[in-house]
């Protein structure tokens, strides 16, 4: 049912990790939906030096965490904001439909560690609004049992 | 290929197969035709019928032949729900069936049916205590599942048969995955319908059966010809009967011999993976389950991609996470165990069958732990699970 590329990208993952001190951390998803992806970020001089993540999800959410973390790599945050999640899949040679809101993860994780590095830094990034799935840090979790 | 999934379907036995070759080619007769070569096949059924029914303690004329278990359940519940509908509206099942039951009592409420779901206890089991509280004046059906296809539990059928008895209910039970596994006794257990598939137990796809107690209304479900005696129209699949009844018969030879094997290895496999893997439940009940059933949550861990990486090695098994059947929705089964949805998700059924070995059980032991590892060192839940507890 996965292309190739999905395959190998979830037997060899890329980027697992954390980065301690990231400038920007984005938590999307929750147990109920059975995927989690939290995407760490290191930006400088508004480019993004490293990007690592933690999935816990099928073999299309690692393997779209993986292809998310190196697209985003060496990009402007202005070029990392125009990835889309049909961008990740295409990448990927395609998702199943059913799969295809990993992809949406992906694209929502990245926002999130954006609007988290945003929102610490004081800034103002065009485009970039609350992000949905958001889950702040301190709260993680917590509040998706009882939705 | 190491084959873990028998739940699913099992392989057809080369002995059940030579069986049911010659009807696809020199025995093509249709059975309803007269001359010799039909009537060569309606024997066949008949005596296909009279294996199936001695090997459930049933009467020939009590078996109808079935396109397989969800057929079998739909024509049970919607038929009896149709033929009992001046005498009440009310069906008792339980809250982890297999979707043709589930589905079909959803599509009956829909059509002015109530239905009760028992929800089982955290060992995925249900008493007949509760069947019996849940009995009302216009209870018309009680169907309940004799084994589950997930976690394996085997409800206890016998009592449930005689709270249906003594309160004058009829009672279904989709026997699917406890045909050919376990010793069964229509008449003693008091059940007045059973579903069964032949695929189950080493027969052919797209075949089952259905058993109607003598004397119960049971209207069709599929109009047309006049075959299985008009209750059940369609020219007969003669290869897939002759197949299914072999299979029934050579399933239960020796069942209590194949059985200790199996749930040795079954065992063997338990005890190895509580003592290679932290943080795992076993799902279901530890002993009142069927004896070739693992079935096993993860924690932090998400099922399919334990699959896939099993896939690579060649050990096929399956998930309890529905990811993997079109659904994003985790499993309902182990959801009424009162699992939270993350160990929902991290689920793996391990089936075996007759002929898996020590040895295979000893790979898939082998590999398990180190797969585990891996997706927890990439799982978030897993990254604040540690935090919390150094």
């Not at chain 1, 480019?47 to 190196?70: N, P, R, V």
């Not at chain 2, 001695?54 to 009467?59: T, V």
């Not at chain 2, 008009?230 to 069942?255: C, F, H, M, S, W």
Request: aromatic share 6%; hydrophobic share 40%.
């Amino acid at each position: 049912m996965y292309s190739q590329k999905v395959i190998e990208c979830f037997m060899n993952p890329q980027n697992v990790g954390e980065i301690e001190n990231a400038d920007g951390v984005g938590t999307v998803g929750n147990p109920k939906c059975g995927d989690i992806m939290k995407i760490y970020l290191k930006i400088k001089d508004n480019i993004i030096q490293d990007a690592k993540f933690k999935t816990f999800g099928c073999g299309a959410a690692i393997a779209t965490s993986t292809m998310l973390t190196q697209m985003v790599k060496g990009k402007t945050i202005e070029e990392a904001m125009k990835i889309t999640n049909q961008a990740v899949a295409e990448a990927l040679d395609g998702l199943p439909p059913i799969k295809m809101h990993c992809s949406c993860l992906a694209e929502e994780a990245l926002k999130a560690a954006l609007w988290n590095y945003a929102q610490k830094n004081q800034l103002s990034i065009e485009g970039l609004t609350p992000p949905p799935n958001y889950v702040d840090e301190e709260e993680k979790h917590t509040h998706s049992e009882d939705e | 290929m190491i084959y873990l999934d028998h739940a699913a379907t099992t392989p057809v036995k080369p002995e059940v197969l030579k069986e049911m070759l010659p009807y696809f080619t020199e025995e093509y007769g249709n059975p309803s035709s007269v001359y010799r070569l039909a009537q060569r096949n309606k024997k066949a059924i008949d005596d296909a019928r009279a294996v199936v029914a001695k090997n459930l303690g049933a009467q020939p004329n009590e078996i109808f032949f079935t396109s397989g278990g969800t057929e079998a359940d739909n024509w049970a519940i919607k038929g009896m729900a149709e033929a009992l509908k001046e005498k009440g509206n009310h069906i008792i099942t339980t809250n982890i069936e297999h979707h043709a039951v589930l589905h079909t009592c959803q599509y009956l409420e829909k059509h002015g049916f109530e239905v009760t779901y028992l929800p089982v206890n955290p060992d995925g089991l249900i008493t007949p205590e509760q069947v019996e509280a849940a009995i009302r004046p216009e209870t018309i059906l009680i169907s309940i599942m004799y084994a589950n296809n997930e976690i394996g539990t085997i409800m206890p059928i016998s009592e449930i048969g005689a709270v249906a008895k003594r309160h004058g209910v009829v009672f279904h039970t989709d026997a699917v995955q406890a045909v050919g596994h376990l010793p069964i006794d229509v008449k003693a257990q008091n059940i007045d319908l059973l579903s069964l598939s032949g695929h189950k137990f080493y027969g052919p796809k797209g075949i089952g059966a259905l058993y109607v107690r003598r004397g119960l209304k049971l209207p069709s479900f599929l109009h047309g010809g006049g075959q299985e005696r008009g209750r059940r129209a369609g020219t007969e699949n003669v290869p897939g009967i002759v197949g299914l009844a072999k299979a029934i018969d050579r399933a239960y030879q020796d069942l209590a011999a194949k059985n200790a094997k199996i749930k040795a290895l079954r065992d063997y496999l338990i005890d190895g993976i509580y003592e290679r893997i932290p943080y795992c439940r076993l799902n279901g009940h530890r002993e009142r389950r069927l004896p070739n059933n693992a079935n096993f949550s993860f924690e932090f861990v998400e099922g399919e991609s334990l699959l896939l990486l099993l896939d690579m090695e060649g050990i096929a098994a399956s998930s309890g996470s529905a990811c993997t059947s079109g659904s994003l929705d985790p499993s309902h089964v182990l959801l009424a165990l009162g699992l939270p949805h993350e160990l929902a998700h991290g689920s793996v059924r391990f089936t075996l069958g007759e002929d898996n070995t020590k040895e295979e059980i000893d790979l898939v032991l082998a590999k398990l732990p180190a797969f585990v590892e891996r997706m927890r060192a990439m799982s978030p839940l897993y990254e604040e699970f540690v935090r919390k507890n150094s």
